[in-house]
Each structure stands twice: as structure tokens, then as C-alpha cells.
């Protein structure tokens, strides 16, 4: 991985759940208190958003005053609206080093710092994605055995850095996904 110590921090973090689950399975409860697997999983969706653009529809014209003078711009009810979900997450405006994998920027110390609709991997407001809960908690649940299960690294067929497709509805690698996983001794 381009990160091992992200991944030996989560590590711990599911190792002490796992301790305190007690033989326990994890429930919904437990997995929202791994504070750190959050964070992963936001940086995550930052740096790869699931879809790269979401498109809205003008509710009500609205006019936009240019600083510069340069004339104002006016969007009309019922245009379509592009928002570049990955360039606004890659834009270094809001997201300072936004190629660095930094799960950090979501802790709670620093996640006020992320400026309201600059981070939208779901969409937001009314329209946002209805199952994005429920994305979030699989993700977790999956990312939380595999790191328990196996140590993930980089193999001869990994592309790093990661090179994306941008050519549809959603970002893919190029060249596939390619990860060589070593079962880890329990």
C-alpha cells in the first residue's frame, strides 16, 4: 500500500475492538465508534469519489454577482447544474495536498476546517444519495475484516499512483485493481 502505517493504525484500532467485542460480533454500535476506520473511509471517498460529477436542476433563477466586473451570471430555473464532485474533493482551495491520503483531515480536531458542500462524495441536501448509510456501514464492515484478516500490499500489477478512467459515469483504474493480500496469523 502506498500508506502501510494507515493501515497498521487501523489495524490497532480493530485489534482493541476486537478485544473489547470479546468474541462478540460487530455491530452496528461498535463500528461507529472506530473513530479511525471513519476517517479511512472519508479520506477515501475524498481522494475517489464514487461517482466523479452529480447534476441538479435550478430551483429558482439565481444571479451571481462577478467581483471583477466582468458581468454577472445567471443560472435559470430548471437548468441543469454540473457539480464536479472530484474536482471540488481534489481542489487544493479546500482540501490543502489534496493528492496526500491523509485520513487526518476528518479527525475531529480538524474536520471543522473542511468548508459546508466541499466534500460531497453522497451529494447533499434533500437529493442526497438514500442509501449512503448504508454504503457507509458495508464499507466499514468490509474494510474492517479484511484488514483484520490480511495484510494488503502492492504487487508487480499495482499502479502507483493509481491511474484513473475518467471516461464514464464513475472513476475506475485503468489497468484494474491489483493489491496482493497475506493472510495474517490470528
Not at 489497468?175 to 496482493?180: A, E, M, P, S, V
Amino acid at each position: 500500500m502506498e500508506n502501510p502505517e494507515v493501515q497498521e493504525k487501523l489495524l490497532r484500532e480493530i485489534e482493541e475492538s476486537k478485544e473489547q467485542l470479546d468474541g462478540k460480533p460487530l455491530t452496528y454500535d461498535d463500528c461507529k465508534k472506530l473513530k479511525y476506520l471513519d476517517m479511512v473511509v472519508s479520506e477515501t471517498l475524498r481522494k475517489w469519489p464514487v461517482t466523479p460529477l452529480t447534476d441538479r436542476a435550478c430551483s429558482k433563477t439565481i444571479t451571481f454577482e462577478n467581483p471583477d466586473g466582468l458581468g454577472d451570471f445567471t443560472i435559470n430555473e430548471g437548468e441543469n447544474i454540473i457539480i464536479p464532485t472530484a474536482g471540488l474533493h481534489r481542489d487544493p482551495k479546500y482540501f490543502p495536498n489534496p493528492d496526500t491520503f491523509d485520513p487526518e483531515r476528518f479527525s475531529d480536531e480538524n474536520k471543522h476546517n473542511i468548508d459546508p458542500f466541499t466534500y460531497i462524495p453522497f451529494g447533499a441536501g434533500p437529493r442526497i444519495c438514500i442509501a449512503n448509510r448504508l454504503a457507509l456501514m458495508e464499507t466499514k464492515v468490509i474494510i474492517y475484516y479484511l484488514i483484520e484478516s490480511f495484510k494488503l500490499e502492492v504487487c508487480e500489477k499495482t499502479t502507483v499512483p493509481l491511474d484513473l478512467s475518467g471516461g464514464g459515469f464513475r472513476l475506475q483504474p485503468k489497468n484494474g485493481f491489483w493489491l496482493k493480500f497475506t493472510a495474517r496469523n490470528k
